[in-house]
């Protein structure tokens, strides 16, 4: 009898010891974590939010300069920087072929051109026909206009800057083989620059030029003033939207292919119900969604949103939060169910 009671005892400590006890119950992971202190801001509304629509920053006066026959690189003198005049040679491409083309042609032409002499001198004395004498002609008009194609083709082999200015880009490389159409190099003039951007259609019905707005551009705290200078009469078909140019300041102190966020108001906005906001670092993104983290109590719990248009520091929320919920900002390394405790009381 005691031998079985032992067995019995053995086998239940053996059951506990091999994973028998009752797993740990939901939650229990971030329940076990200390509370961590967060900070957090309250869901407000605003009748208006600016649209941040990306832009480039380029010069008004640029220039890529493009290869118009198959040739080599043989000499690029300037590099990206310097300074360059107008017609000053900024790329030369290898012409061997086209200065043997053009001697070709010359030698045609003067073949050409003292056959038609000969022809019409014999049509003076009657030793030659009309009709010779006219195909001469023909043969020698010809000719010429195909010395004037070599001369031409020849004229390729050689880049010169459009106007004064500096060297953007030098895309090509000494001893690349270049095709018609392949950028060799890139001039800018040193004039004012401009911020070109894509802009949906009911931003754009709201743009006047001359209107003012303000721009934001990588690497800078402050926004930097602009004036629209053109909008484009049509969309384009395929993507629906307006390109806008608009003209930087004097003395802003960007440079020419930054990265920028032009800020629009949206057209209408004011006009239907107001649009929840929330401070930007309030969000964060994972695997493609953006999320922000909900103060209910003590606990955090994570929330999946819909965003919008973006104005200063906050942005607009269009789905996933409620008026008056608390968020909780600069929320990395919470998970959902996380235990918080809110600086201030959440006030």
Same mark, same amino acid.
């Given at each position: ?18 994973? +028998? ?8 992971? %971030? ?31 640029? %220039? ?126 040193? +004039? ?102 909900? %103060? ?9 949103? %819909? ?41």
């Amino acid at each position: 009898m005691k031998t079985r009671e032992i067995a019995l005892i053995t086998a239940a400590v053996t059951a506990a010891a091999c994973g +028998g006890a009752p797993a740990p119950a939901p939650g229990a992971a %971030a329940a076990a974590r200390p509370a961590r202190n967060v900070s957090v801001a309250v869901v407000g509304t605003a009748d208006a939010v600016a649209l941040d629509v990306p832009g480039t920053v380029q010069a008004r006066q640029r %220039a890529a300069l493009s290869a118009r026959i198959q040739a080599s690189v043989v000499e690029l003198p300037l590099r990206e920087g310097q300074r360059v005049e107008a017609g000053a040679v900024v790329a030369r491409l290898g012409d061997e072929a086209l200065r043997a083309a053009v001697q070709a042609a010359e030698a045609g032409a003067r073949a050409a051109e003292a056959d038609r002499q000969r022809f019409e001198a014999l049509a003076a004395t009657g030793a030659a026909t009309p009709r010779e004498k006219e195909m001469s002609e023909t043969r020698a008009a010809a000719a010429a206009a195909a010395v004037s194609a070599a001369r031409d083709a020849l004229s390729y082999a050689v880049l010169r800057a459009p106007f004064a200015g500096v060297v953007a880009q030098r895309p090509a490389r000494l001893g690349d083989v270049v095709g018609p159409g392949q950028t060799v190099i890139v001039v800018e003039g040193q +004039g004012a620059l401009e911020v070109v951007a894509s802009v949906p259609a009911r931003a754009a019905a709201g743009l006047a030029v001359g209107q003012r707005l303000n721009l934001r551009v990588d690497g800078r705290a402050d926004a930097v003033g602009v004036r629209v200078a053109t909008v484009a009469p049509a969309a384009d078909p395929v993507t629906h939207r307006v390109e806008v140019k608009a003209d930087l300041e004097p003395g802003s102190g960007v440079r020419s292919g930054a990265f920028a966020r032009l800020e629009l108001p949206v057209a209408g906005a004011g006009s239907g119900p107001a649009r929840l906001t929330i401070p930007a670092n309030a969000l964060f993104e994972r695997g493609g969604l953006v999320g922000a983290f909900v %103060a209910e109590g003590d606990v955090a719990r994570l929330r999946w949103v %819909a965003v919008g248009a973006r104005s200063d520091e906050r942005v607009e929320v269009r789905a996933g939060l409620a008026a008056g919920e608390r968020v909780i900002v600069q929320p990395e390394g919470l998970a959902d169910g996380d235990r918080i405790v809110v600086a201030g009381g959440g006030q």
